[in-house]
């Protein structure tokens, strides 16, 4: 199995711009995690979701934010407008039956 | 609700000396535990877990860590460190009736030759 693919994994835009992350999680995995790591504030859960419905988004900063999973392997993260404080690694995980989770590459953004 | 400490931000060792890194944990039923690593520009790597039975468990590049439910402890150790084991260890502790899991802090591990 590749593991879970993330894409892409360097982002530079400009403030005010529109932002997709993308996440293909491991085939039968259940349950998708979406994260993001500064070092200011370490390593945050945004939001996850089992059999592709969201079940807590409470760690979604602000409404600028959002994340859809279409079918099970394939999820994203949007970001709209993009500010330079939403500069991070954000990594997307995957599990079965929310066991250990498998984290995928990372995307690093980096908003100007 | 469930929360999970590292009380050490960092960790310091000579190659070939035992290492601990230090996690408590605090859930309301029976804990889920784990331990990952991050290796610089990587993701999370999962190292062990815990669900049930002996609470000795072992886990990859030699690593174990011990269950201890009076002390609500799971402390990750190695017998003997290694250079390449330098990295970012992160415990983390879901609650048997909980969807996610809840990360410590990270620890970050030091072994000098």
């Known amino acids: 199995d590749a593991g879970v693919i993330q894409s892409p994994r360097h982002e530079v835009t400009e403030m005010g711009q529109e932002v997709t992350l993308r996440c293909k999680p491991i085939s039968g995995h259940n349950s998708l995690f979406w994260y993001r790591q500064t070092m200011m504030r370490g390593l945050e859960l945004l939001i996850y979701f089992n059999n592709n419905v969201p079940i807590d988004d409470s760690g979604m900063p602000e409404d600028r934010f959002s994340a859809k999973m279409p079918n099970a392997s394939f999820s994203t993260l949007k970001i709209q407008p993009s500010e330079p404080r939403d500069s991070a690694v954000y990594f997307c995980?995957?599990?079965?039956?929310?066991?250990?989770?498998?984290f995928g590459p990372g995307t690093r953004l980096t908003v100007l | 609700a469930q929360s999970v400490a590292q009380p050490e931000d960092q960790v310091n060792v000579a190659e070939g000396n035992p290492l601990t890194v230090k996690c408590t944990y605090s859930?309301?039923?029976?804990?889920?535990l784990f331990w990952y690593v991050q290796y610089p520009n990587r993701g999370l790597q999962f190292l062990l877990k815990y669900i049930t039975g002996d609470n000795l468990v072992k886990g990859s590049y030699g690593f174990e860590a011990e269950f201890n439910k009076s002390q609500t402890s799971f402390h990750l150790k190695k017998p003997s460190a290694l250079v390449s084991d330098s990295a970012l260890y992160f415990c983390?502790?879901?609650?048997?009736?909980?969807?996610?899991?809840?990360f410590g802090d990270g620890t970050t591990l030091t072994v000098k030759p």
């Open positions: 859930v309301s039923g029976n804990p889920y």
């Open positions: 983390a502790v879901r609650d048997t009736n909980a969807g996610k899991s809840t």
């Open positions: 995980a995957s599990s079965a039956l929310l066991n250990e989770q498998f």
